[in-house]
């Protein structure tokens, strides 16, 4: 299983302890914040929001027809502001570990993920999605589709092959 680290943080402003060192926004909530001299605005978080899930449902194409919820924890919330999807509300109330995502349903989830809303492992026999704090994306798989994901490294995702911190360590 080929194991990726994907995130919107350019590795050459990493340090040689691999921290990465740019004042950068990390979270939907600095939407409206100013980082590098420009303000982040919701357009350009949902852009590299839609790329993370694209990535997850092009590698989920090669790999899984469906990923199934692990470790699940939900963040105390009760509100969801425009800042949230339509339908994220009711996903949050009915998600529950051990669900399995089909590739349809994959958006609220990832979005849930993404926004800091639940945090969970996605995991299938041939492909896991772990998220870290600040954006930061794991993927493992079997069948990693090269090709189709090209087009992400322009946009500025960047796509670094190692291990997820998430594994378990009996795997």
Not at 21 to 27: H, I, L, N
Not at 91 to 99: F, H, K, M, R, V
Not at 151 to 159: A, D
């Amino acid at each position: 299983m080929r194991c990726f680290r994907i995130t919107k943080y350019n590795p050459i402003n990493r340090n040689e302890l691999g921290k990465f060192t740019a004042d950068d926004w990390t979270s939907v909530y600095d939407v409206g914040k100013v980082y590098l001299g420009s303000k982040l605005t919701f357009e350009k978080y949902l852009f590299y929001e839609e790329m993370y899930i694209e990535v997850i449902k092009i590698i989920m194409e090669s790999n899984a027809q469906t990923l199934r919820i692990e470790d699940l924890e939900k963040n105390e919330y009760t509100h969801f502001s425009d800042l949230f999807a339509s339908g994220m509300q009711k996903s949050y109330n009915s998600i529950e570990n051990e669900n399995e995502i089909s590739l349809n349903n994959i958006d609220l989830i990832a979005r849930s993920i993404l926004r800091e809303i639940i945090w969970c492992k996605l995991v299938s026999k041939s492909m896991f999605v772990h998220f870290g704090y600040d954006l930061y994306m794991y993927i493992g798989c079997e069948n990693f589709p090269c090709e189709k994901l090209e087009s992400f490294k322009e946009k500025g995702l960047f796509f670094e092959e190692m291990d997820s911190p998430y594994l378990d360590l009996e795997q």
